[in-house]
């Protein structure tokens, strides 16, 4: 099929404003986004810049507004856009580097203050096994292990948009999934943090984070879960 491709560019040290090139392309309805965009710097323009790596919806690294919404270009086939116009433009809310490519430190600084790692300092059991788990206590933290840090979430946030200093969706799905983790113990530190004016009461249930998310995770639920426990003071 023939498809018009509009694509944003930007090379911020160049000194020129931001603009897009379109491309009129033969591809084949099944192509990924990411197929396009490869055509696209094998055929037309090598310096077309944007971010891959797995092309299996994996590593999280192709996150980008596709006509309009967040999504992973290696998981969005051209036909499920149900147009022959394609807009590819780059995640908002952080600031572009180049074309698709966008700044990802201030999510990552996000990322790091709740502490989105196992943190338990008490002596490993006697018997020298591991700290066990029940399948119950596992699953109450699953969905939210699946976050594989692709920002679609954060950047689709109004309340992101409006203060850059939220934490932002993916900070509390991070932080949730350690919360629950019954092994661990520094609940309270990471609470404490998403307590802050920059944490959780910032959420307004907006839900584009739980719509943009290519890993399904029910993020504004996890959102709820957070706010609970402060609530209640109890870890349900
Ligand atoms: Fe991406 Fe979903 Fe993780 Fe947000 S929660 S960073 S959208 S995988
Ligand atoms: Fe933003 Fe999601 Fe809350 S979009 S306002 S973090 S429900
Ligand atoms: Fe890895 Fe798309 S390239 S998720």
């Known amino acids: ?19 897009y090139d379109t491309y009129e392309m033969e591809v ?9 965009l490869e055509q696209v710097r094998a055929d037309a323009d090598p310096g077309l810049g944007y971010r891959r790596s797995c092309a299996h919806g994996v590593c999280g690294s192709d996150a ?17 856009l149900n147009s022959d116009q394609i807009t590819v433009e780059p995640l908002l809310g952080l600031k572009v580097l180049r074309d698709l490519i966008v700044d990802m430190e201030p999510f990552f600084e996000h990322y790091r203050s709740v502490l989105p ?10 018997d020298g096994k591991e700290r066990l788990q029940s399948p119950e206590q596992r699953e109450r933290f699953d969905d939210t292990t699946k976050c594989i840090l692709c920002a679609a979430c954060t950047t689709s946030c109004p309340s992101y948009w409006a ?4 934490v932002g969706p993916a900070a509390i799905v991070n932080a949730h999934r350690f919360i629950f983790d019954s092994r661990d113990t520094a609940a309270s530190e990471r609470l404490e943090v ?3 004016d920059s944490g959780v009461w910032r959420c307004r249930t ?4 739980t719509e943009a998310c290519p890993r399904d995770i029910e993020i504004t ?16």
């Not at 084949?28 to 396009?36: A, E």
């Not at 203060?163 to 939220?166: A, F």
């Not at 907006?206 to 984070?209: I, K, L, P, R």
């Open 1 to 19: 099929m023939q498809i018009k491709l509009k694509v944003f560019r930007y090379l911020p040290h160049t000194g020129k404003k931001p603009h």
């Open 28 to 36: 084949d309805p099944t192509d990924r986004v990411l197929d396009v």
């Open 64 to 80: 980008m507004r596709i006509n309009g919404r967040n999504a992973l270009a290696c998981k969005v086939l051209v036909k499920d």
């Open 117 to 126: 790692y196992f943190i338990n300092d008490d002596p490993i059991p006697e």
């Open 163 to 166: 203060h850059g200093k939220y």
């Open 194 to 196: 998403l307590n802050e």
């Open 206 to 209: 907006a839900f584009n984070c």
């Open 221 to 236: 639920k996890a959102i709820a879960e957070v706010k609970q426990v402060m609530y209640s003071g109890k870890l349900e």
